[in-house]
């Protein structure tokens, strides 16, 4: 009983952490705690596609599809704070901007947002717009809403396989990504990683499974890229890793739809 006690505290602790959404008064948000919730991440990725689905199929019915689309994508931004898609913005500034390590992370941790992070932001919103667009327009609204969940939850497990395999490497105690940017236990990381893969079940083609090879190759490289400029990676790093591979999920969704 203790045991589920302090699971459930450690769930609650990833959903105040990765969402804007309430959670319990008596929820602590101690640096253990924050770090052991890192296994949970993927299964926010259920809880914040299954808001974005749920506004989608609610919409769909009413609406043309492009706008059901740009619902379900605010959706999604209003209920993690645009989390990731800042970390994503900070890299680009970071790397688009900075030629050394110390220069990089200072850019990173600016709160000012730059020409490579706006530019950044627009390109990545706008494909994954046109990603689920098309994908709207080839599949049915129920394999709609499976893409969309299983997108969330795999592109959750890629920051968790950057974390397991590298260092964590601002020192200074004060960066907000600090309690969550140690290294995982492999206990931790399997967790973290059924929950990741369990969507892709629910689909009739196993050969889904194909789509994680891109991911996984995507996060191989930006995790050498990030140890290259930096020797390892920030809480920004784990944000940009999300949103690329999310994106890589609907591209490689597409590709692999015309042969299955």
């Known amino acids: 009983?203790?045991?589920?006690?302090?699971?459930?505290?450690?769930?609650?602790?990833?959903?105040?952490?990765?969402?804007?959404?309430?959670?319990?008064?008596?929820?602590?948000?101690?640096?253990?705690?924050?770090?052991?919730?890192?296994?949970?991440?993927?299964?926010?990725g259920w809880i914040v596609g299954g808001f974005?689905?749920?506004?989608?199929?609610?919409?769909?019915?009413?609406?043309?599809?492009?706008?059901?689309?740009?619902?379900s994508m605010i959706t999604g931004i209003l209920v993690t704070g645009a989390f990731h898609e800042d970390g994503w913005a900070d890299v680009c500034d970071g790397f688009g901007g900075g030629w050394t390590k110390e220069r990089i992370l200072t850019i990173m941790k600016d709160s000012v947002i730059g020409a490579y992070g706006v530019v950044g932001m627009v390109l990545m919103l706008l494909m994954k717009y046109v990603l689920l667009w098309e994908t709207g327009g080839v599949v049915s609204v129920p394999e709609m809403i499976l893409v969309m969940i299983s997108a969330h939850s795999t592109s959750r497990?890629?920051?968790?396989?950057?974390?397991?395999?590298?260092?964590?490497?601002?020192e200074n105690e004060d960066s907000k990504a600090k309690p969550v940017a140690k290294q995982l236990s492999i206990r931790s990381f399997l967790v973290a990683m059924a929950f990741g893969l369990t969507p892709l079940i629910f689909f009739q083609n196993?050969?889904?499974?194909?789509?994680?090879?891109?991911?996984?190759?995507?996060?191989?490289y930006l995790s050498y890229y990030f140890k290259k400029w930096i020797g390892g990676y920030t809480g920004d790093c784990l944000g940009a890793v999300q949103q690329v591979t999310e994106v890589v999920f609907y591209l490689s969704f597409m590709i692999l739809w015309k042969y299955i």
């Not at 990833?14 to 948000?29: E, G, I, K, N």
């Not at 689905?53 to 599809?65: E, Q, T, Y």
């Not at 196993?206 to 191989?220: D, E």
């Open 206 to 220: 196993l050969m889904i499974a194909l789509l994680l090879l891109p991911m996984i190759g995507m996060t191989l």
């Open 1 to 44: 009983m203790k045991w589920i006690k302090s699971e459930v505290n450690v769930f609650f602790t990833a959903l105040m952490f990765y969402t804007r959404l309430p959670c319990p008064r008596w929820v602590d948000h101690s640096a253990d705690m924050l770090n052991k919730s890192t296994r949970y991440f993927p299964l926010i």
């Open 157 to 170: 497990l890629m920051p968790i396989t950057i974390m397991y395999l590298n260092e964590y490497v601002r």
């Open 52 to 71: 974005t689905v749920l506004v989608f199929w609610a919409s769909i019915h009413l609406l043309p599809l492009s706008v059901s689309i740009l619902l």
